[in-house]
């Protein structure tokens, strides 16, 4: 049974980084593609950021570009979001999630496998 964990969420000042961490077990990492989504109160859950299965391509939302940036380590099974100069706007639970291959998607429904999400709160 897969199963995706999420870490790395706080209550930052705007301005401020965080790095989410997202472990995965269960399934063959190296040929996953993850993402990370997030859904704020009210909210449709909306993509953030995409990574194939082997890092060479990526895909950003026009609010993350430039400001957050995902890796993998598929030695360690973990995808990362290192997200900087966080603003009110990105306050939201954010989650990781995971789908057989290497194509980038964007949609929610594209993905199998999901974390329990992690709250990502910035204060203004």
């Known amino acids: 049974q897969a199963q995706l964990v999420e870490s790395g969420g706080g209550l930052v000042q705007a301005g401020a980084s965080l790095r989410l961490s997202c472990a995965a077990s269960g399934l063959t990492f190296s040929v996953t593609t993850m993402a990370w989504f997030r859904q704020a109160p009210g909210k449709e859950r909306e993509v953030v950021s995409v990574?194939?299965?082997?890092?060479?391509?990526?895909y950003y939302a026009d609010s993350a570009k430039g400001r957050f940036t995902i890796s993998r380590d598929n030695a360690k099974n973990t995808v990362y979001l290192q997200m900087n100069s966080l603003n009110a706007e990105d306050t939201a639970v954010y989650y990781c999630a995971a789908r057989a291959g290497a194509a980038l998607a964007e949609r929610h429904y594209e993905y199998t496998y999901w974390g329990q999400g992690t709250q990502v709160t910035v204060s203004s």
């Open positions: 990574i194939s299965s082997g890092g060479a391509n990526t």
